[in-house]
């Protein structure tokens, strides 16, 4: 008996160790080898001089690994405790991910501090959370917080796009500005470790390493001195806004910016919801890019392209007169020239209504031209269509025409030729983006090649870097020598000349440049109807420039949200970008703006109010 | 006392397979504990020296006559129920039970001898009686069966307290009982299972039994370390992941891997072959002990063989079943291959009486 006792305990090893080996073999290794994934940095971003933009930085995660849990509900209630976390988000979190393999670790804190991560490892010796683990990863780090709408910003990737198969689950991808449009470049490949762990999940060594792959650096064509020049400009105005720094010769984006922004690092880290809701919830729009996404009426800054239309076109020549007597009266209603005080300029011809900003001048030619061609020069200098630009999301402007008002008014309304003298100043329909002004005035500057603005300069994949060609220019027109002529002579009397634009003004460097100062038209119902006061619908203020006048080096728009007279508040911030980038250039000391500004705007204390007060929650 | 020629009859044939499966034992306990590291990595020292103790011990046996300890039986039996009863009351509290005495060196756990102890007291109770033992006589031997089971049951050590039985049933089987009253005994079994269930077990043990049946319904609780022994085992395949290589075990995957799983390791480390080597060298201990009892000049020696042997069989045979999880887990250790002093000592105590019995067989 005792024989076949010991023959059935034979027989059943037989079976289990070598019938069913290889199920065991596998079980085995599935118990005590881990893969865990090695995340790739993101590539680093440069500037054009290679000045560090962005960076990573390590940070550490905190996550739960089911695989070996014995009470999930201790481990959450211990873990809670110990990270000084609210316990049921962490089991909301946990919730969440329910479905999930159990190997697959959920996390619980993406950006853990030392004290925290010192909390947990402690805890883990003691095996009281053997199933909580602690990963280092390479997060986003946006030195300064500066053009935070250029960089965009990172998150997890979300279920559509892995769906896609773009990406996979848990992969962190560009979700806006520079992020996102070179994501694939800029996205490293993630490795991964084999490792030996114990029954406690503790591990003992690595089997094998598979190292990630850091993503591709990238040069923009930014320049960090002019783009924090900008920056410093409108902090030191006070003002929201936009602008848009160009080199006119091939697009180079200089500087980039929108203002009111945002810190990135925030997201880097994973946004917590209450940073995300008051980011969303506050009124002066943060996240919205006004550079790209904001449309605004140009103003005076428009008439140059009614001023080329007319010259182009033989409309009239730049030395066509008319009497300004401070408004004029066309089809029966009495439109005002810009004088507040209500005196006209006299008899002017078309320079020195662009010095001079006269509306009446331009109500004029305007009606001479008509709006169909007012829509073809504006469009060949860059105006009413996407600049192209390498961002996510741009929006188009628009230059209206009858064919625009046919098609969007449900009872295609046909155009009345009173609608083109409003048109003719940059007001009525006409609504544009920063940067497609920025390319009008390069296209200006440049003799008529609309350039595509661009960002990205060169790319290096570990082997160097390699230029990326500039993209092709969208389309060149050769202006007549006249128009040029006329439009560098006019632009150039409004700053050094007895004109609008004095405020940027910089002795032996020929800044050209033209204000505009646009009603916030289309803000007054509705803002009204809220209590706001006056000031909340103050004038937009523009000033689009570039220089030297002869041999243009930089062009760009600058945008002044409610900034009032554009020559007040946007052509100091040009200046000092300018002063900047020839000081640069010439190797002089780059000028500093005093720390305390000389004005605020008056706004701005009423705004500051309400952009914090949501963000302290 | 020890003659001479006496030395001429132990039989050194048992005696190498004991002692062989005693260093397998060393170095497998080697193997899974052994970690400059970690502080429990004396345990395959402290091992050899219950070896060393237990050969004292399996001397002992051997200098006098076997009829001189089972005539000493009742003292035996008494004092064992003594130590039993003390230390129900002043044992030392060990993972929730109350099993052992302190000793300077060492914990007692004097359960281990009762298997001896009652081995002897039957063997005595029943060696003098000829004919097939009256239903009186069986119901004495199961008290005195029953009384330490019931007491090392309490402690509570379920798997040495039913240990016992065995021993019972095999002398009382070889003293003429009947295979009716096997029959009878089985079917109050069956039917004390359910009350035993409601009134007798423990939670632990009730999950312990219902997991068995259905691993997989606790795979992280009891049921785990059924499931671990069987990756334990099968994995080894048939010629082992190779010594102190095993991952079940060195990695804690396996708890208790020196203790209870110690063949789990042995079968995962040295493989399906290694496996056949210690059960050939199980059987051929048990079968060389049972030629001991068939040899023995009287019938008190061949009872006392069998009940030593009855209990060793049903744990060697249960626990290897279990290490490769097939049966519920329980905390009965392998004898002469698990860690743990009291047990070793016992058992080479036991085999001492074994060689004893046939080491006199000319004798009168």
Not at chain 1, 155 to 167: C, I, L, T, Y
Not at chain 2, 315 to 334: F, H, R
Request: hydrophobic letters at 45%; charged letters at 20%.
């Amino acid at each position: 008996m005792i024989v076949v006792l010991f023959s059935v305990l034979a027989v059943s090893f037989w079976v289990l160790q070598v019938v069913q080996h290889a199920k065991f073999e596998e079980m085995a290794e599935n118990n005590h080898q881990r893969t865990l994934a090695l995340r790739a940095p993101r590539g680093i971003i440069f500037d054009r001089t290679g000045h560090v933009l962005v960076e990573n930085r390590h940070s550490y995660s905190i996550s739960i690994v089911r695989e070996h849990t014995k009470d999930l509900n201790r481990t959450i209630r211990l873990l809670a405790a110990v990270l000084r976390l609210d316990e049921s988000g962490v089991r909301d979190i946990v919730n969440r991910h329910r479905r999930e393999p159990t190997y697959q670790p959920i996390m619980i804190l993406q950006d853990a501090s030392l004290a925290q991560v010192a909390a947990v490892t402690a805890r883990r010796l003691d095996f009281e959370l053997p199933d909580v683990v602690v990963e280092q990863i390479p997060t986003r780090r946006y030195p300064e917080t500066m053009a935070a709408h250029l960089f965009g910003y990172v998150g997890e990737v979300s279920d559509r796009d892995v769906a896609d198969g773009e990406s996979k689950s848990g992969d962190i991808v560009g979700q806006s500005g520079i992020e996102k449009t070179y994501n694939n470049l800029l996205m490293g490949e993630d490795g991964a470790k084999r490792v030996v762990v114990n029954s406690v999940g503790r591990e003992i060594r690595t089997l094998d390493e598979d190292p990630p792959a850091e993503g591709k650096r990238l040069q923009l064509t930014i320049d960090y001195d002019v783009q924090k020049a900008v920056q410093d400009g409108f902090k030191n105005s006070g003002y929201n806004g936009a602008a848009v720094i160009l080199d006119p010769n091939n697009g180079d984006v200089l500087a980039f910016t929108s203002v009111p922004s945002y810190d990135p690092n925030a997201f880097a880290a994973g946004i917590d919801r209450a940073t995300w809701k008051s980011l969303t919830a506050d009124e002066l729009l943060p996240l919205q890019d006004r550079a790209i996404q904001g449309r605004y009426s140009p103003g005076s800054t428009f008439k140059m392209a009614v001023a080329t239309a007319a010259i182009e076109e033989g409309v009239v020549t730049p030395d066509f007169k008319v009497y300004c007597p401070g408004h004029a009266v066309f089809f029966g209603r009495s439109f005002q020239c810009s004088l507040s005080n209500g005196r006209g300029h006299g008899t002017v011809d078309m320079r020195t209504a662009i010095e001079h900003s006269c509306n009446v001048y331009f109500y004029t030619v305007g009606n001479m031209v008509g709006i169909d061609k007012i829509h073809k020069w504006a469009t060949l200098l860059g105006l009413g269509e996407k600049t192209g630009i390498d961002l996510p999301n741009e929006v188009q402007g628009l230059v209206p025409s009858p064919e625009w008002k046919k098609a969007t008014t449900k009872t295609h309304e046909k155009w009345y030729a009173g609608e083109t003298i409003s048109v003719s100043i940059g007001q009525g329909a006409v609504s544009l983006t920063p940067v497609s002004m920025a390319v009008y005035i390069s296209t200006i500057a440049n003799g008529g090649t609309r350039y595509t603005p661009h960002l990205l300069k060169a790319v290096d994949d570990g082997s160097g870097w390699k230029p990326v060609p500039a993209p092709a220019a969208r389309s060149s027109v050769q202006l007549k020598p006249e128009t040029l002529q006329m439009l560098h002579d006019a632009t150039w009397r409004v700053v050094n000349g007895n004109g609008t634009g004095g405020g940027a003004r910089i002795p032996g460097y020929d800044v050209s440049g033209k204000t505009g100062t646009a009603q916030v038209i289309s803000l007054e119902g509705a803002k009204s109807a809220k209590g706001k006061t006056e000031k909340d619908l103050r004038d937009n203020g523009w000033f689009v420039f570039f220089a030297p006048r002869d041999n243009p080096q930089i062009a760009g728009a600058v945008f002044v949200e409610h900034g009032g007279h554009g020559g007040v508040t946007a052509a100091p911030i040009a200046k000092h970008v300018l002063q900047t980038f020839f000081a640069k250039r010439e190797g002089r000391p780059l000028p500093v703006l005093p720390a305390n500004p000389p004005y605020r705007n008056p706004l701005m204390k009423a705004a500051a109010v309400t952009a914090a007060g949501p963000n302290q929650n | 006392m020890f003659e001479r020629r006496l030395y001429h009859h132990v039989d050194w044939a048992l005696l190498a397979a004991v002692l062989a499966l005693c260093t397998i034992g060393v170095v497998m306990i080697y193997s899974t504990t052994a970690d400059p590291t970690r502080a429990s990595s004396h345990m395959h020292l402290t091992q050899l020296y219950a070896i060393f103790l237990g050969l004292g011990a399996m001397a002992l046996m051997l200098m006098f006559d076997y009829r001189t300890f089972t005539d000493k039986s009742h003292i035996i039996y008494i004092v064992l129920l003594a130590v039993l009863v003390y230390v129900m009351f002043f044992g030392k509290v060990q993972m929730g039970a109350r099993r052992w005495i302190p000793l300077r060196f060492f914990n007692l756990q004097p359960s281990e001898f009762a298997k001896l102890g009652v081995a002897l007291v039957l063997a005595k109770f029943y060696g003098e009686n000829r004919g097939a033992p009256a239903w009186a006589e069986l119901g004495i031997g199961g008290l005195l069966t029953a009384i330490p089971l019931f007491l090392i049951a309490r402690e509570p050590d379920l798997g040495t307290a039913v240990v016992l039985l065995p021993v019972f049933l095999a002398v009382a089987y070889l003293a003429g009982m009947r295979m009716r009253v096997l029959g009878v005994l089985c079917l109050c079994l069956v039917l004390a299972a359910p009350v035993a269930w409601r009134f007798g077990l423990k939670d632990y043990q009730k999950t312990r039994i219902s997991t068995f049946l259905d691993p997989s319904q606790d795979a992280k609780g009891a049921g785990y370390q059924q499931i671990q022994a069987r990756i334990t085992v099968g994995s080894g395949g048939l010629s082992g992941k190779g010594f102190k290589q095993g991952t079940q075990g060195q990695l804690r995957f396996l708890p208790v891997a020196h203790n209870d799983f110690i063949f789990s390791v042995l079968a995962e480390e040295q493989g399906f072959a290694g496996v056949l080597v210690a059960l050939g060298l199980y059987l051929f201990v048990i079968l060389r002990a049972l030629e001991a009892a068939r040899l023995a000049k009287d019938r008190l020696g061949s009872y006392l063989v069998l009940g030593v042997l009855a209990s060793f069989t049903f744990q060697v045979v249960y626990n290897i079943t279990m290490s490769a999880g097939l049966a519920p887990v329980k905390g009965l250790t392998l004898p002469l291959m698990s860690y743990g002093g009291s047990s070793m000592i016992a058992t080479l105590a036991g085999f001492g009486l074994v060689l004893n019995v046939r080491m006199r067989r000319f004798t009168n």
